[in-house]
């Protein structure tokens, strides 16, 4: 069955940290992936997607990610983090025209 | 432009009783989705329109749940015989659809459905 997975529920980071999100998926072939942000009160939006091509994909909010097709996975990256990151960050992958997503994970930022 | 407008945003409801949720999409876009979103989880699947009639409702828990989307726009979600496990926020979605291939979705603040 294809699934994703995100192993960090939650992740506490200072601002001004790096960050990264670990996403894993499981398809029987390289699915499209997308990583998507939800603020609380907030509908889902994207960051940014990988289709094919250049493998780090650079997105809004100075966040990229990087697909790894022998791990399977497409991690998220943020150099330096800022308070207004704090949100639940959803991987998902497409298939069949309908998303899969991971269960989330809670970005908490510290002064 | 106006994006994916779901009302209400939140409902609260008896168990037993009938809901429906709304959902407009962009103007334009002749695919739309829905999905639920529990506490704590992922959003998951229930059902995906390309136009007016459904492609994949293969996520539609049971026969409780129904969808309709009659003009090719405005889609409604509607739950019969409510449970207290139907509580969840209900995400609409919409992409452009047609021969171009996916894009992206873009997703509706969602209906907050609270059963009691």
């Known amino acids: 069955a294809q699934s994703v997975t995100q192993p960090d529920i939650h992740i506490t980071v200072s601002e001004g940290a790096s960050l990264e999100l670990r996403c894993n998926y499981s398809y029987g072939a390289t699915p499209y992936l997308f990583w998507y942000v939800q603020s609380p009160g907030q509908g889902l939006q994207l960051l940014l997607k990988?289709?094919?091509?250049?493998?780090l994909v650079q997105g809004i909010k100075g966040f990229e990610a990087e697909f790894k097709r022998s791990q399977s996975s497409f991690n998220l990256r943020k150099p330096s983090v800022h308070w207004s990151d704090a949100a639940e960050y959803f991987c998902a992958a497409l298939g069949g025209n309908k998303l899969t997503f991971g269960g989330g994970t809670r970005v908490l930022v510290k002064p | 432009g106006a994006g994916v407008s779901q009302t209400p945003s939140n409902k609260v409801t008896e168990k037993g009783k009938y809901v429906e949720l709304r959902c407009d999409p962009i103007s334009g876009h002749t695919a739309l989705y829905w999905y639920r979103q529990s506490l704590g989880q992922g959003p998951e699947f229930l059902i995906y329109?390309?136009?007016?009639?459904?492609?994949?409702d293969s996520g539609l828990p049971n026969d409780r749940f129904f969808a309709v989307r009659p003009e090719g726009s405005v889609s409604t979600l509607k739950i019969q015989r409510t449970e207290r496990g139907d509580s969840a926020v209900y995400l609409c979605?919409?992409?452009?659809?047609?021969?171009?291939?996916?894009?992206?979705?873009?997703f509706g603040q969602g209906t907050r459905l609270t059963v009691v």
């Open positions: 329109f390309q136009g007016t009639g459904a492609a994949d």
């Open positions: 990988y289709f094919s091509g250049d493998t």
């Open positions: 979605a919409s992409s452009p659809g047609g021969g171009g291939g996916y894009t992206e979705a873009f």
